[in-house]
């Protein structure tokens, strides 16, 4: 990528976002991978969000893989899910949350810190890499490589399997997750979500999205199941207004949602150790809802606006990217997430107004 224009990059990037259905960019969804940083940059960074192992508390789990397939209509071809199983001390049936990996896969740092909690509450969980079956790592650097409607897929999967198990309480599964990980559950909660992603209709108890892009949504605003939307204040990768105008458009026709806003927090919840970049790609901050509708044979996405326009990806890119595409760059990166705590306390409350209780 290095030495091509950054106009090109810059549309390039934004097809991704919105062609790819991911509501995260490369920097945006995981927090620990970035682009057009110097040396001195990324040294900084890594040392501000990364942990001194990325997995050595996931192996201190001692996590159970599960095997769980699922069908992936863009490779054509059956996937093996990388589905993990951490168990609590509790007896089951377990309460159990399901957590797709924000952009990073298996470097979740979301993970690291929402698992455990979760655990030691007396819950299964349930950790979900789309991307590793697949032959990729991460998807932070080129989101193109897998369609969001696969992730909705995937996590449809999961609960179906979870349902088999005798070892989970079938009628208490959420699904929740951060940025990209977040956006899967904000759209797998949709019910036209089934048809767009082609997956069975059925429901988890609950879902959470932290740090999700809600500028890509449904036009029929039925949930599944009551659903919780946390946004930092300062987060300008994935701003918080256009998921306040979610909620309240959903609030409005009948849906179960709560909006919870942490005050000063950006998009890893953070409210000090925080880095600018002005290279950083993200959503266009003006951009209006988009209600997606379905992709044709070629991939290409199909949009409806909220005056009833027809659009493609390529028609939102050209009439909001801004000159050499300056509205989808800059922004804040890093963090401490010294936030986590409310959101914790935000999700677990969430769980237990769906029935979930800690054991």
């Not at 789309?130 to 995937?154: H, I, K, L, N, Y």
């Not at 890893?268 to 950083?280: D, H, K, L």
Request: proline share 5%.
């Amino acid at each position: 990528m290095r030495g091509r224009l950054l106009g090109l990059l810059g549309w390039h990037r934004l097809h991704r976002l919105i062609g790819g259905f991911t509501g995260g960019t490369l920097a945006q969804g995981c927090g620990q991978h970035f682009t057009k940083l110097n040396s001195i940059g990324v040294l900084l960074i890594s040392a501000l969000v990364l942990p001194a192992s990325a997995q050595s508390w996931l192996v201190s789990m001692a996590p159970e893989p599960l095997k769980i397939t699922v069908r992936d209509g863009k490779l054509g071809s059956e996937i093996l899910l990388d589905a993990q199983l951490l168990a609590p001390a509790a007896s089951h049936p377990w309460q159990t949350v399901v957590l797709p990996s924000n952009c990073s896969g298996r470097d979740d740092q979301f993970w690291s810190l929402m698992a455990p909690t979760l655990v030691q509450r007396g819950f299964a969980v349930v950790l979900l890499d789309s991307f590793t079956p697949r032959g990729f790592p991460s998807v932070c650097m080129d989101q193109r490589q897998m369609w969001q409607e696969a992730r909705v897929a995937d996590v449809i999967a999961v609960l179906k399997a979870l349902r088999r198990d005798p070892r989970i309480d079938s009628a208490r599964i959420a699904l929740g997750g951060h940025s990209t990980g977040a956006v899967t559950s904000f759209m797998a909660s949709f019910v036209q979500a089934a048809d767009v992603a082609k997956t069975e209709a059925i429901a988890y108890t609950a879902y959470f999205a932290v740090g999700a892009a809600c500028d890509l949504t449904f036009k029929n605003p039925t949930l599944f199941g009551p659903l919780l939307l946390i946004s930092g204040e300062m987060d300008d990768y994935t701003f918080a207004e256009p998921c306040q105008a979610e909620a309240r458009r959903l609030q409005g026709a009948g849906a179960q949602v709560t909006m919870q806003m942490i005050k000063g927090a950006n998009h890893n919840m953070s409210t000090s150790g925080w880095v600018y970049n002005p290279s950083v790609q993200r959503m266009p901050k003006d951009i209006p809802r988009m209600y997606m509708q379905r992709r044709d044979e070629k991939g290409v996405l199909h949009l409806e606006l909220d005056d009833g326009r027809s659009v493609t990806a390529a028609d939102m890119m050209k009439a909001y990217g801004g000159f050499l595409l300056s509205k989808t760059r800059g922004g804040t990166i890093g963090g401490n997430w010294d936030q986590f705590p409310q959101v914790d306390s935000a999700i677990l409350e969430h769980l237990e107004r769906a029935g979930f209780r800690a054991r």
